[in-house]
Every structure is written in C-alpha cells, then in structure tokens.
Nanobody, 126 residues
Framework: QVQLVESGGGLVQAGGSLRLSCVVS????????MGWFRQAPGKEREFVAA????????YYADSVKGRFTISRDNAENTVYLQMNSLKPEDTAVYFC???????????????????WGQGTQVTVSS
C-alpha cells in the first residue's frame, strides 16, 4: 500500500520561509517522478513544482519560480519543497503526488499522478 505523508506546513509571515517534506512508503520511488500541488479555498488544485526520478530535471509554476525549490532524497524516499519569500497568495493546502515511472509525462496535469498525500496547510499572513 503506497502512502504519501506531508509535513512542515504552518503559519508564517510574508517574506518568511517553510520547508515541506513528503515521505513515501510502500514503494521504492527512486524510479518515479514527484510533484507538489496546492489548493486554496474555493479554487482548483494547481500545479506548483515537479521533479523527475533522478532529480536532474525540475519544473515550476510561473507563480513560484525563483522562490520555491523542489528536491528529493531517494535514499530517504522523501521529496522536499523549500519555499522562500512567501506571499499571502501562497496560502493553501499543499499536496505531494507520485507519478509512477521515469518516462516523460505532463507534469502539471493532476490526472498524471497515481498517488496523493493528504496535504499540509500553509498559511502566510500579511
């Protein structure tokens, strides 16, 4: 049974930083791509960042480019999202997701992901 568990969310002032973690169990994910999405109240879940199986390729939404960094530790079955220069509009529930396999895929599309975590709340105050 594959499980994804996010942690690291919380309340932070604008301009601050948070580091989210997502631990994958039930599967060795070193051959899988990973993504982060977020969902604000009343809005659809949107793509934030993705990373390929090796960590050699990363992708970002324009809204977070230059502020967020996705990374992974395959030995620890963990993917991270370092979030700097946070803004109130970054407030959302953040979800990690797993795409099985190392072949190319459309990383920004939610339906491309096979497993999802339960999410962690990030709140940025102004």
């Amino acid at each position: 049974q594959v499980q994804l568990v996010e942690s690291g969310g919380g309340l932070v002032q604008a301009g601050g930083s948070l580091r989210l973690s997502c631990v994958v169990s039930g599967r060795t994910f070193s051959s899988d791509a990973m993504g982060w999405f977020r969902q604000a109240p009343g809005k659809e879940r949107e793509f934030v960042a993705a990373i390929n199986w090796s960590g050699g390729n990363t992708y970002y939404a324009d809204s977070v480019k230059g502020r967020f960094t996705i990374s992974r530790d395959n030995a620890e079955n963990t993917v991270y999202l370092q979030m700097n220069s946070l803004k109130p509009e970054d407030t959302a529930v953040y979800f990690c997701a797993l795409h099985m396999g190392s072949a190319a895929y459309y990383y920004a599309r939610r339906s491309e992901y096979d497993y999802w975590g339960q999410g962690t709340q990030v709140t940025v105050s102004s």
